[in-house]
């Protein structure tokens, strides 16, 4: 049997609808924090991670004075290791989104000539009480290799009705 995967799906489901709501306060909440936290250290924003759900700092785009050593790695001034008041600064700042029910957290596409192959961690929004989801490749189910699939509170819906949903939350139109 092949796992149960869409490109463009949505959900009406109460609990699905809250867990995003709740997840889009967290990282809401998160980026306030780490605004607060640049902004001590004299910085107009931060710079984070965000992979398959989880938010982390990263550092900041300019050295903070008088805050101990801070070293640059790629783009990034983070603090040392033994700046232990900075470190645990950064680590105190994060978040993880909580898991939407029926979503599967990893998307996989198929395998490409090169043995490389698109990966993805579906982020919903919430437009009018409906949580849209959309991924940027074709999920191949035989790629998923028992890693989740899309539950029955998710329906299959046209990559139309997800772009209007989108532009109309967001006001900015896709490209065709």
Not at 142 to 156: D, S
């Amino acid at each position: 049997m092949t796992a149960r995967l869409f490109q463009y799906a949505k959900s009406a489901d109460l609990e699905v609808v809250q867990t995003c709501l709740a997840n889009r306060e967290g990282r809401n909440a998160f980026m306030q924090e780490a605004l607060a936290w640049a902004n001590e250290r004299g910085s107009d924003k931060p710079l984070y991670s965000a992979f398959f759900g989880r938010y982390t700092v990263a550092g900041l785009p300019v050295m903070p004075e008088g805050r101990g050593r801070w070293t640059q790695r790629r783009n990034a001034f983070r603090p040392y290791k033994n700046n232990r008041a900075e470190n645990n600064a950064i680590e105190a700042i994060t978040f993880s989104n909580k898991p939407i029910p029926g979503l599967p957290e990893v998307v996989y596409g198929k395998t490409n000539r090169d043995w490389s192959r698109p990966i993805a961690s579906p982020t919903p929004f919430v437009h009018e009480g409906i949580a849209y989801v959309g991924i940027g490749f074709i999920p191949d189910p035989e790629e998923q290799r028992g890693e989740g699939e899309f539950g029955e509170q998710w329906v299959e819906i046209l990559p139309s009705e997800f772009h209007a949903a989108n532009e109309a939350l967001t006001g900015k139109r896709v490209a065709s």
